[in-house]
């Protein structure tokens, strides 16, 4: 497919009726169940109670947040809305594989779980560093499906051992919201990437340095053939 057309499809999502969000009325004949029931499993998840933060947050200087103590599902997770994004995104691209890390809690891999039984194809990696959510995490996405693989450990530690050169269709980046992370992060998730393939990055306005990240450094590079942005969270590159 031409570079143009690539540029129209992506956007044509984007911007398609209801600020792009039309798709979500379309999932209620889902076989493995609505979203209403993974959003039920996610605000179930510890019983909605807080569980201790990942301790490599300490080691980040200067991050715009609380680096220690405890998150509830509900804190970390992505909601319906966007999760309902991610199943029609998985849907109309049908990767061979899709990453993203971190998992947390596992919710925003139930959706792309969701969109990976809903096209009856593909297999999720997912990677979390934090072994006492993995636990959830892992109960969360059996409940929707069992195409997936979850790592305990980092995205950079494992991703040599377990991704295949050129067959990642779409990847979520939504781990430590910062440039030097991000880019770092991208940088090793290239050689996986399928041609065409869409990665997006959570968070781009979480702070001064996250916004010139993607503004200054990712869209600007001469392998991104379209960008466009999610709300003011989610930047969306197709590579
Ligand atoms: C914002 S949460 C992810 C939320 C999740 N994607 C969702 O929407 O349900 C960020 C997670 O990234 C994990 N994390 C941090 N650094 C990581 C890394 N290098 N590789 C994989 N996961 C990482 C953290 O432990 C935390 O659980």
Redesign the pocket.
């Known amino acids: 497919m031409a570079d143009s057309e690539q540029k129209e499809s992506i956007f044509e999502f984007v911007n398609s009726g209801n600020g792009g969000l039309a798709f979500l009325n379309n999932f209620e004949g889902h076989p493995k169940g609505t979203f209403r029931e993974i959003h039920r499993q996610a605000n179930q998840t510890a019983d909605g109670e807080r569980r201790p933060l ?1 301790e ?1 947050y300490a080691e980040v200087k200067d991050y715009p947040r609380n680096t220690s103590g405890a998150r509830s599902a509900k804190q ?3 909601r319906p809305r966007v999760g309902g994004f991610f199943s029609w995104l998985v849907q109309q691209r049908r990767p061979e594989t899709v990453v ?6 596992g ?2 891999g139930m959706y792309w779980l969701h969109g990976l039984e809903a096209a009856g194809h593909g297999h999720l990696m997912t ?4 072994k006492d ?1 993995v636990t959830f995490a892992r109960e969360n996405l059996s409940s929707v499906s069992d195409r997936f693989t979850l790592t305990n450990g ?3 530690e494992n991703a040599a051992t377990t991704l295949k050169e050129g067959t990642v269709g779409l990847a979520f980046i ?3 919201h910062t440039g030097e992370f991000v880019t770092k992060q991208y940088e090793i998730m290239r050689p996986y990437l399928a041609e065409n393939a869409i990665v997006l990055f959570d968070d781009i306005h979480f702070s001064d340095d996250m916004r010139s990240c993607w503004e200054d450094d990712i869209v600007k590079r001469p392998e991104i053939k379209a960008s466009a942005q999610l709300s003011t969270r989610i930047g969306i590159a197709l590579v």
């Open positions: 990942w490599g970390v997770s992505t993203e890390f971190g998992t947390a809690f919710v925003s990677y979390e560093p934090n959510w980092t995205f950079e939504d781990a430590i």
